[in-house]
C-alpha cells in the first residue's frame, strides 16, 4: 500500500471521533440504555473506516478534503449502525427471537433504523460532521507533509 502515514492519521483520527460520537450518543440515548462496549467497538469500526475510506482518498487537495471528510462521517455512522444492529440481531437469535435466516436478516435492518433514529441529535451530528471534516483536513496535511 501506498503512502501507509496518512492512512495511520485517518484510522487514529476517525477511531477518536468514532469514540467521541459513542461517548456523546450515550448522553442522547435513554437512561436505562445497556451500553457493554459501544465506545471500543465504535473506536475498531473508525480505525478500519479511517484506514480504509479516508486515507485511501488522501492526496486530492484541502477542498476534497472537506468532502472526503463528510464521506468518512456518513461511512462511518453506517458501518457503526451496521455492525451494532448485526450484534443486536445475533444477541436476539440466540434467545429464540427469530423463526427464519430471512426474518433474522431484516431485522437487522429494522434494528438500523431504531438506532439510526438515535443518531438524528443536533450534537452528535454536529460532531460527527465537524470531526469528520477536521480529521480529513489533518489527514490531508499530513499527506501532503509526508509524500
Known sequence: MKYTDPRLI????IAMLAGLVAETLKGVMP????????T?????????????VM????????????????TTAISLAFCGLLVQAS??????????????VVEAIVAVFEIMLRFGAHLVDVKVITTLLVGGIVAALITEY??????
Open 87 to 100: 450484534y443486536e440481531m445475533l444477541r436476539l437469535s440466540l434467545m429464540r427471537r427469530y423463526d427464519g
Open 55 to 70: 486515507g485511501s482518498r488522501a492526496g486530492s487537495g484541502m477542498i476534497d478534503a472537506i468532502s472526503n471528510g463528510v
Open 31 to 38: 437512561s436505562d440504555t445497556g451500553f457493554g462496549n459501544l
Open 10 to 13: 485517518a484510522g487514529f483520527l
Open 142 to 147: 499530513a499527506h501532503q507533509r509526508w509524500s
Open 40 to 52: 471500543v467497538i465504535s473506536m475498531v469500526i473508525g480505525l478500519v473506516v479511517g484506514w480504509f
